[in-house]
């Protein structure tokens, strides 16, 4: 979802003098001194009413991020002057640009020209303006100097910009790096070939064959084991620079569950799933909340990784490089190394699948981008890392089982002769290491991991297009993995491709062609999917443009929904429990009341705080207030009852129709009109001048 624009509310009075006071914001402005709240609250209201001023508020998704407001210029009513600012949380993401980009859009039918007035020590938004097109027509000296003192001069820059030209694209987004995205690409193969070789049952444990086959098949997975931690490795590297967004968070999960979902309920449509298996209510909830489910075990922790990466991001920028490296090595003495040398089982070794490990791989690529390896930042060290690393595992795997087997031996021929083989305790340990090695927290997986990341960070690829082409395919990399691993099709597809039959030769182009056919058909498929985010996206802005522009009847009609919702509930206990004995006009009459009594407090609340924002403080205010309240709520209460009366009892109307319908609308509107114009009535608002800014 990108940057909208929305007219400024009310309501927005203490978030625009939060804005407003912020230390940046003051010394930008060529009026520095703080702003009392009476002072903002007055030229607020003023503000709202001045037809000659558009103020609006920038919103990434629900969150607002900056506001820019357009007044008419006094030499010429044809051009506006532009104020804006960027709440402190949010700068340094090029808001400010794309804002006033959309600033632009909207109010190119309304003035000829937009004028900007910017102090010159304010380097930022003179980069901003100019980057749009903005030109530079006049400087002048503003403020006082007092006996010489000149720390209250400053100059003033004017810009300006016709707006019958082209207006410059609002979204700026900033360009990949083509070698990360390279590595993205060839780290998503790598997690398909481990599928590949791991479903399709061709990994056979090397204390039991030692063919060459099977030394070639665990050689290719332990060269591609490190594709997950490169995957997350390369999210830490430019996630310790970013900052959270929510709008990012919410399009990840919807990923997740549009995968999630969307598989599952075409799988049981088309039969393709076993309907007797999947069509229950567990695996229903699983496939709906996939990432509390860990229906993707890496999406589920990638997601929390996500939250969490900014605050050990600033938490890594604060470190100095000692302390940086010190921490990275009391990780691994605490998770990697003592899983990979101890021969026994530790409670607290998660495998490399949850999100600790995750932590730690953010930590090491966090290291890399802010400190580097000098021992790797050549190509030939970097790779001689990769490969000798990876070349370990395998090696590692028969040396382990070649002792295990020499153990097992021994014992036996012990027991044969009637005597006690000592050794023969080491036989569950080894057996244990052998299962450990492929874990991608061991040191040999995180050491090639790590020599094949500073290959590519270190690398300077010349433009091309291939290179280009794959930057292209990158984003979509995520989908091949949702797609793949789901739980209907991650044992499904090595056996429509036939993966655990007989190749011989054959086999390293039946693997070759299988991960291809899973990739492109995975990256097809997601650029389909995010094809359809961006409509929705689409939708949503366009959804949110009309609820921000009557904000307060939506407000109203939501609130008020739920408080039907409350009568509706309320309404056939009493009616048909309590009170169900009665005589059918008290019946009626009596649960339509103890209704009304639980709607009208639950929609006093609700009104008060969420739609018209009562800001009548003390016992005496807010009394009077909720005495109007029901006092309002009592007129269209006897208009609720006597239409249920002359409806249900007089035209033996269907009373479901009668009370959810027909009373519920025309309640929900009467009750809006009261309490806009009697309950909760605005005070008069004084006429106030220009805020400082």
């Given at each position: 979802m990108s940057y909208y624009l929305r007219k400024t509310l009310e309501t927005d009075c203490k978030m625009y003098y939060r804005w407003a006071n912020d230390p940046a914001v003051r010394s930008a402005s060529f009026s520095t001194e703080q702003i009392s709240w009476e002072e903002h609250e007055k030229w607020f209201a003023w503000m709202l009413e001045k037809d000659s001023i558009d103020s609006f508020v920038c919103?990434?998704?629900?969150?607002?991020?900056?506001?820019?407001?357009?007044?008419?210029?006094?030499?010429?009513?044809k051009k506006g002057v532009i104020s804006y600012s960027v709440a402190e949380e949010y700068r340094g993401r090029g808001i400010a640009r794309q804002m006033l980009a959309k600033l632009e859009e909207k109010m190119s039918e309304k003035y000829t020209a937009l004028i900007a007035e910017v102090k010159s020590e304010n380097v930022a938004s003179r980069k901003v303006f100019e980057n749009l097109g903005y030109t530079l027509v006049s400087e002048e000296k503003t403020g006082t100097s007092e006996d010489g003192d000149k720390e209250n001069v400053s100059t003033k820059l004017v810009f300006e910009k016709e707006l019958n030209g082209p207006i410059v694209a609002a979204e700026v987004k900033k360009p990949r790096e083509t070698k990360f995205e390279v590595l993205r690409v060839i780290a998503m193969l790598m997690v398909v070939t481990l599928h590949y070789l791991d479903k399709g049952g061709l990994l056979h444990r090397l204390d039991a064959d030692r063919s060459g086959a099977n030394i070639a098949f665990w050689l290719l997975e332990a060269l591609c084991l490190v594709s997950v931690n490169l995957y997350v490795m390369i999210s830490g590297y430019f996630l310790v620079d970013s900052r959270f967004t929510l709008r990012r968070l919410v399009k990840l999960w919807c990923e997740i569950?549009?995968?999630?979902?969307?598989?599952?309920?075409?799988?049981?449509?088309?039969?393709?799933?076993?309907?007797?298996?999947?069509?229950?209510?567990?695996?229903?909830?699983y496939f709906c909340l996939p990432v509390v489910n860990q229906h993707y075990w890496f999406a589920s922790a990638y997601l929390l990784l996500y939250v969490i990466a900014p605050f050990l991001g600033a938490a890594m920028k604060k470190m100095s490089k000692q302390q940086h490296l010190t921490l990275i090595i009391a990780l691994l003495c605490l998770i990697c190394l003592p899983k990979s040398l101890i021969p026994a089982e530790l409670a607290m070794d998660d495998h490399g699948l949850s999100i600790l490990w995750f932590l730690c791989l953010f930590i090491v690529a966090a290291y890399i981008r802010l400190h580097g390896i000098p021992f790797l930042q050549t190509a030939k060290k970097s790779l001689l890392c990769y490969g000798i690393s990876a070349v370990l595992i395998p090696l590692g795997m028969l040396l382990v089982g070649a002792l295990r087997n020499m153990v097992i031996e021994s014992a036996a021929d012990a027991a044969q002769k009637g005597e006690a083989f000592w050794l023969s305790f080491l036989d569950p340990g080894f057996a244990y290491l052998l299962t450990q090695m492929d874990d991608y927290n061991h040191i040999f997986v995180l050491c090639a991991s790590v020599g094949l990341f500073c290959f590519f960070a270190n690398w300077k690829p010349k433009k091309n297009l291939v290179l280009d082409v794959i930057a292209r395919i990158a984003p979509y990399t995520f989908g091949v993995y949702l797609l793949h691993e789901h739980l209907m099709l991650r044992y499904a597809w090595p056996e429509w491709l036939g993966v655990n039959k007989a190749y011989g030769a054959a086999r390293i182009l039946h693997m070759i062609l299988s991960v291809l056919i899973i990739f492109i058909v995975g990256v097809l498929i997601d650029a389909l999917r995010s094809l359809l985010f961006d409509q929705i996206e689409k939708l949503i802005d366009w959804g949110m443009g009309i609820y921000f522009a009557k904000k307060e009847v939506w407000d109203y009609l939501i609130v008020g929904f739920m408080t039907t919702i409350v009568a509706w509930v309320t309404y056939p206990i009493f009616a048909k429990g309590v009170f169900a004995e009665m005589e059918e006009t008290i019946r009626v009459g009596l649960a339509n009341a103890v209704s009304w009594v639980f709607s009208v407090i639950f929609a006093y609340i609700t009104n008060r705080i969420f739609v018209f924002h009562s800001t009548k403080k003390g016992f005496q205010e807010v009394s009077k207030e909720f005495a109007a309240f029901v006092g309002a709520r009592l007129f269209s209460f006897g208009v609720d009852e006597g239409m249920m009366l002359l409806l249900v009892v007089k035209l033996h109307v269907n009373e479901i129709l009668a009370k959810y319908v027909i009373v519920s609308i025309l309640v929900i509107v009467l009750n809006y009109v009261l309490s806009k114009l009697l309950v909760f009535k605005k005070p008069a608002k004084e006429e106030q001048s220009n805020e400082k800014a």
């Open positions: 919103m990434d998704f629900l969150l607002p991020v900056g506001q820019v407001r357009v007044g008419q210029a006094q030499s010429d009513p569950f549009f995968y999630s979902v969307l598989i599952a309920a075409v799988g049981l449509i088309t039969g393709i799933a076993d309907k007797d298996t999947y069509l229950n209510f567990f695996n229903l909830q």
